[in-house]
T-cell receptor, first 110, second 114 residues
Framework: GENVEQHPSTLSVQEGDSAVIKCTYS??????FPWYKQELGKGPQLIID?????GEKKDQRIAVTLNKTAKHFSLHITETQPEDSAVYFC?????????FGTGTRLLVSP | DVKVTQSSRYLVKRTGEKVFLECVQD?????MFWYRQDPGLGLRLIYF???????EKGDIPEGYSVSREKKERFSLILESASTNQTSMYLC?????????????FGPGTRLLVL
C-alpha cells in the first residue's frame, strides 16, 4: 500500500521568511495530494491540494509543487506570519483512502 | 459550511470499559472515517464507511469496531478499552462526487484510558 514520508518534523522560521515542507510517496498510482493545517485544539483543515495532472498550484501565500517522476511533493509558504504556526500534514490518495504523513510542526516567531 | 461534530472533546475511561465515540456530519456526505492521531505517527485510519450499514477496515482496526445506522452518524466503539488506546480520535466525512477526496474533520476527542 501507499506510504508517505514527511520532513522536517519541526520547522522554526522568523516572520516574513519562507517555509518549505517536503513529502515523498511510494505508490505511483496515487493521483491526489492534499495538505492539511491543524491548529491547536482543532481538527485538520484542508488548505490546498493538487492532482497528478498538475505540476504546481498557488493560492495567495501558499503553493504546492508535485514531481510525479520523483514521487515527491512540497508545500511552500511565503511571507510567513505568526498565525501560520500550526501542524501541517501532507497526504496521498492511494486505493480508496488517504494516507497521511507524520506531520510538521511549524513555528513562526515574530 | 460543512460541520462535523464529535460527542466529547475529552474522555477519561478505565481499562476494560466499553467506550463509544460519536460523530455526526450535517452535509449529507456518503463517506465517513475514523482516525487516531499520535505524536510522530500522524493520522492513521481505523475504519471507514461508504454507505449506511457499510464498513471497511482501515490500517489499524484491531480493538475497534464501528456502527453506521444512519447516514449522518458514524460511531467508533472500543469494546474493552486498553491503555494503548489513549489517543486523539478524529472523525472525518467526504462527498462521493466531485470533490470526493476532500475530507472535513471534526475537532477530535482526546481519550485517556487509565
Amino acid at each position: 500500500g501507499e506510504n508517505v514520508e514527511q520532513h522536517p518534523s519541526t520547522l522554526s522560521v522568523q516572520e516574513g521568511d519562507s517555509a518549505v515542507i517536503k513529502c515523498t510517496y511510494s505508490d505511483s498510482a496515487s493521483n491526489y495530494f492534499p495538505w492539511y493545517k491543524q491548529e491547536l485544539g482543532k481538527g485538520p483543515q484542508l488548505i490546498i491540494d493538487i492532482r497528478s495532472n498538475v505540476g504546481e498550484k498557488k493560492d495567495q501565500r501558499i503553493a504546492v509543487t508535485l514531481n510525479k517522476t520523483a514521487k515527491h511533493f512540497s508545500l511552500h509558504i511565503t511571507e510567513t506570519q505568526p498565525e501560520d504556526s500550526a501542524v501541517y500534514f501532507c497526504a496521498a490518495k492511494g486505493f480508496q483512502k488517504l494516507v497521511f504523513g507524520t506531520g510538521t510542526r511549524l513555528l513562526v516567531s515574530p | 459550511d460543512v460541520k462535523v461534530t464529535q460527542s466529547s472533546r475529552y474522555l477519561v475511561k478505565r481499562t476494560g470499559e466499553k467506550v463509544f465515540l460519536e460523530c455526526v456530519q450535517d452535509m449529507d456526505h456518503e463517506n465517513m472515517f475514523w482516525y487516531r492521531q499520535d505524536p510522530g505517527l500522524g493520522l492513521r485510519l481505523i475504519y471507514f464507511s461508504y454507505d449506511v450499514k457499510m464498513k471497511e477496515k482501515g490500517d489499524i482496526p484491531e480493538g475497534y469496531s464501528v456502527s453506521r445506522e444512519k447516514k449522518e452518524r458514524f460511531s467508533l466503539i472500543l469494546e474493552s478499552a486498553s491503555t494503548n488506546q489513549t489517543s486523539m480520535y478524529l472523525c472525518a466525512s467526504s462527498d462521493s462526487f466531485g470533490t470526493q477526496e476532500t475530507q472535513y474533520f471534526g475537532p477530535g476527542t482526546r481519550l485517556l484510558v487509565l
